[in-house]
């Protein structure tokens, strides 16, 4: 009876553990989550037979403005497809218009498709980028990409790194930041594997960690010093750490700054790069802290930090202009001169300078024109009649 | 007996076990089965959405559950996204942040955006996760997400104003009444004060789209000066669709402010002609212009035009205009984008200042190099600059194109602006301010 019993519960017991192996592997096997080998191929990616219900939901979703509930309900359909699916659906999709949500759907199904079979979803993305031209649809390669990487980020790049696209610093960034998330001892010996490029994005990276510690900051600019970065590298990963730590607490940064083993001038550009960060965040605060340094600061200082308000706060920041210029002697001849530079100087790079930007810049001057011409004429004036025969025109003309 | 005793209890002995390995059989059979099954209906419970769900399903929450609920969904979003390499172009960690996201309250998204350490919202994933869940909030209660984003930390920075603008063009879309009603909504903070027109000119231009009816019955509603912004911006990204463009014209010619209906003309004309200069052309003869209009017009298809061939499309240009000797703005603009693109490092080669040198000297030529001055110290040129103002004959216009390359290159490098200067015959000195 005893035998009997225990040979029931055997059974039942088997039963039962089978059953949980067998489902969790198969529903593990088509899960977003399922493991991708290196090379590429997911060991157990089953075709499903195509469910026509599945494209059909898709296509009722076509004609939907794009957006995140939207798209995370493609995303329910995409991501419990088989490649049979994703294949047929990309098809019908591709025959349609490429609006915002066709191309969202198209990206999903790449993303997905990648992680069943990246070189098969590869090479079909990078199909269609040939094909398609570059305009339409043309997300699918890097969704592809990033699905893949999510899942397999060193076989990822090592793929992007045989393409011939444009997306190679979207690649090097990747990498850098993926990097970036592994302790630093792994970090340091897998990097020596990795192109210049990439270890600057990993240090880059990690220099917008929150730092507790003096500690930690020596431990990473020790770190940066022994990674063999070049000069301008090694300033892009100062940079990126004296923004990041300006924008926490710029007032400790500046303080800070001399217990870091940084050089007089990289000490020097960080405590501009503080600075920046500051304004950007909050200018008055900024510029209080700035007026108030025993000895005071450098007027550029302080026009940097404004001209920063400016471009968030044009209003607030003129409103601001006569107080600041009795606080500080001299501080409206530099922001004018600091605005006809940025009248004559900025927006000259490929495709930037143009009537709007032009009408913009010069309306930053006139409308500083206009405020001291209120607040001291005579002055103004005085400063116009230094200024250029046209311009002296365009600025002494009604707006 | 002892031989019979042992055959039975070996028989069954060889049962039993044919019983278990058969029921482990059944079994895994039975679980790969469902398991197709639930892969076929999309339904995947171990999800890390769904195990969320899964746990607190069917249950009253109770204080003590109801902060357990919450801190497990607060830590599957920050695991989703604790990459700094996880951005919004990971549709799978937007998707399970929206399921997410659907299990908790508006207020309960509150609190969580409140709750992330100060920066999150600038910094690698986390920030792409803010803005992931600012725009699914929005779609369920857009006041509540657009007061969240007035009102943090850094509502003024450059990245906030976006996302705002971004947040209510896809609330705009999916809910037009509400996102529209809060547009003129008493609630809003000073900073979104400041930039609502700029975003409900946007948000009316994804809606041209989605819903062209109701685009231009809001319009109807906006300040007039708005309305002209908002035309120009339609005519320039929506020229080329047939129905819009004819609903465009007619508007235009309906507000009562002639420059509507001109700028509408113009807007649509670049438009078309980005991607069909003739047929672009076509549609500025069947307008029968004049004048300015005409000037303006020609201009703007020249320009757009030239983007593709700069040298013939210039040159046809200055054929057509021989005898205007002051260039268009956007003739000059045109130029210096030419001049820009030419001065790329990989593409340095100097077309537009060969093809700058190559024109026939006259009024025609001394208005271009002078017009060209501020953009070819722009672009750092300053000695083929200097090379074009000692050639201009007019000397109003070399009065002008000295004082200007003087102002720029003093700017740029004081001392060889200095040698140019002292290097210059006295009679081109004497044309230099004092």
Not at chain 1, 17 to 31: D, E, F
Not at chain 1, 289 to 294: D, H, L, Q, Y
Not at chain 2, 62 to 69: A, L, P, T
Not at chain 2, 271 to 274: L, N, T
């Given at each position: ?8 519960v055997?059974g039942?017991l088997?039963?039962w ?15 977003p ?6 090379h ?11 469910a026509?219900?599945k ?6 979703f ?7 509930r939207?798209?995370a ?6 991501s ?9 659906s990309?098809?019908?999709?591709l025959q349609?218009?490429?609006t915002?949500s066709?191309e ?10 990648a992680?069943?079979d ?15 031209g570059s ?7 890097l969704?592809a990409f ?11 790049f ?5 393409d ?6 979207f690649?090097i960034?990747q ?15 897998k ?6 490029a990439v270890?600057?994005a990993?240090f ?9 510690s003096?500690?930690?900051?020596t431990?990473?600019f020790?770190?940066?010093a022994?990674s ?5 590298d ?5 940079k ?13 940064a ?20 503080i ?7 909050n200018?008055?605060?900024?510029l209080a ?6 000895p ?20 607030e920041?003129?409103a601001?202009?006569d107080e600041l ?29 143009n009537i ?7 309306s930053?001057?006139?409308?500083h024109?206009d405020?001291w ?13 230094t200024?250029?025969?046209?311009l002296?025109?365009?600025l002494?003309?009604?707006? | 007996?002892?031989?019979s005793?042992?055959?039975?209890t070996?028989?069954f ?10 029921a482990g059989?059944?079994?895994?059979l039975k679980?790969?089965?469902d398991?197709?099954a639930?892969?076929e ?10 195990a ?6 069917g249950?009253?929450p ?8 919450l801190?497990?969904?607060r ?21 399970e942040?929206?399921q ?18 100060p920066g ?6 986390t ?5 992931c ?7 369920r209660?857009?006041p509540a997400?657009?007061a969240?984003?007035g009102n943090?930390d ?8 976006m996302?705002t603008?971004?947040v209510?063009?896809?609330?705009a ?7 529209l009603a809060?547009m ?8 979104q004060?400041?930039r ?10 994804v809606m ?8 231009f ?8 000066n708005?309305?002209s ?8 990204t929506?020229?080329k669709s ?10 235009a ?17 670049g438009?078309?002609?980005?991607e ?9 003869e ?9 000037a303006?017009l020609d201009?703007?298809?020249?320009v ?21 000797t ?5 003739i ?8 820009g693109?030419?001065s790329?490092?990989d ?6 200042i060969?093809w ?6 006259g009024?025609?030529?001394d ?8 953009a070819?110290?722009g ?6 600059a200097?090379?074009?103002v ?5 000397p ?8 200007s390359?003087?102002?720029r ?8 602006a200095?040698?140019w200067?002292?290097g210059l ?5 004497a044309?230099?301010?004092?």
């Open positions: 009876m005893k035998l009997l019993l225990l040979t029931l055997a039942l088997a039963a553990i089978c059953y949980r192996v067998s489902y969790q592997s198969g529903v593990a096997t088509a899960q989550g399922g493991r991708i080998s290196s590429g191929r997911e060991r157990a990616s089953r075709e499903i037979p195509v026509a219900d494209i059909e939901q898709l296509r009722g076509l004609n939907r403005p794009f957006n995140e939207g798209s309900e493609v995303w329910a359909v995409v419990s497809m088989s490649v049979a699916q994703i294949r047929e990309v098809h019908m999709i349609n218009k490429a915002d066709a969202n759907m198209v990206n999903c199904l790449f993303f997905r498709w992680q069943i990246p070189m098969e979803a590869l090479a079909a993305a990078d199909s269609q980028r040939k094909d398609g305009e339409n649809f043309s997300g699918a390669l969704s990033n699905g893949w990487f999510k899942r397999d980020p060193e076989a990822a090592r793929w992007a790194q045989t011939s696209g444009s997306n190679e610093r690649y960034s990498m850098g930041g993926y990097l970036s998330t592994l302790p630093p001892t792994e970090a340091a010996e990097m020596k594997t990795y192109g210049a270890i600057k990993a880059s990276y990690r220099a917008r960690a929150n730092f507790t003096q500690e930690d900051r431990a990473f020790t770190s940066v022994n063999g970065m070049n000069a301008a090694s300033q892009t990963v100062l990126s750490f004296a923004r990041n730590w300006g924008f926490y607490d710029p007032a400790a500046l303080a800070g700054l001399d217990g870091i083993p940084l050089n007089d001038d990289q000490k020097s550009q960080a405590r501009q790069w600075m920046a960060g500051w304004a950007d965040k200018p008055i605060e900024a802290w700035v007026a108030k340094e025993n005071p600061h450098a007027i550029a200082d302080q026009i940097a930090i404004y001209n920063k308000w400016l471009s968030t706060a044009p209003k920041a003129v601001a202009l210029c009795r606080d500080a002697p001299g501080f409206r001849e530099e922001v004018m001169k600091s605005q006809l530079q940025s009248y004559y100087d900025e927006g000259w790079v490929p495709y930037g300078r709007s930007s032009d009408k913009f810049l010069f930053r001057l006139k409308n024109y405020d011409a209120t607040t001291a004429p005579a002055d103004a004036e005085r400063w116009v009649g200024l250029e025969p046209a002296q025109q365009k002494h003309a009604p707006q | 007996m002892k031989s005793e042992s055959g039975i070996f028989g002995g060889t049962a039993a076990i044919l019983f278990v390995l058969l059989l059944g079994g895994n679980g790969k089965a398991a197709s639930a892969i209906a999309g339904d995947h419970p171990e999800s890390p959405t769904d969320v769900e899964a746990e607190d399903a249950k009253t109770s204080g003590s559950q109801d902060s357990r609920r801190e497990k969904i830590g599957k979003l920050l695991e989703i996204w604790k990459s700094p390499t996880t951005g919004l172009f990971d549709l799978e960690a937007r998707a942040t929206s997410l996201l659907s299990r908790m309250s508006s207020a309960e998204i509150d609190a969580f955006l409140r709750s992330l350490p999150s919202d600038r910094m690698g994933g920030s792409d996760m803010v803005r869940v600012l725009f699914s909030w929005a779609l209660d857009g997400a657009l969240y984003l943090c850094s509502a003024r920075s450059s990245l906030v104003r996302t603008t971004q209510v063009m896809s609330w879309d999916y809910a037009p009444d509400a996102a809060w003129s909504d008493g609630t809003l903070t000073p900073v004060q400041e609502v027109a700029n975003i409900r000119l946007n948000s009316l231009m041209l789209h989605s819903d062209p009816d109701r685009a019955t809001e319009l109807s509603s906006m300040p007039g708005e309305i912004d908002q035309l120009r911006l339609w005519g320039q929506n020229g047939p129905e819009i463009r004819e609903r465009l014209l007619d508007y010619a309906g507000t009562g402010n002639p420059e509507d209906l001109a700028a509408v003309r113009t807007s649509i004309a438009s078309m002609a980005e069909d200069p003739e047929k672009a052309r076509e549609f500025v069947s307008l029968q212009a004049s004048g300015r209009e005409l303006a201009a703007t298809v020249t757009e035009a030239a983007r593709k061939d700069p040298e013939s499309t210039y040159t046809e240009w200055t054929q057509k205009n021989s005898n205007v002051e260039i268009p703005a956007e000059q603009f045109g130029i210096s984008a030419w001049l693109r030419s790329m490092r593409h340095d080669d100097r077309g537009a060969k700058l040198d190559a024109l026939p000297a009024g025609q030529r208005a271009l190099y002078e017009s060209s001055i501020p070819l110290v672009f750092r040129h300053f000695d083929d200097a090379r074009m000692e050639t201009i004959d007019s109003s216009l070399r009065a002008s194109a000295l004082n390359l003087q102002t290159w003093l700017m740029e490098d004081p001392q060889k200095a040698a200067k002292n015959p006295a009679e081109d000195q044309l230099l301010r004092k």
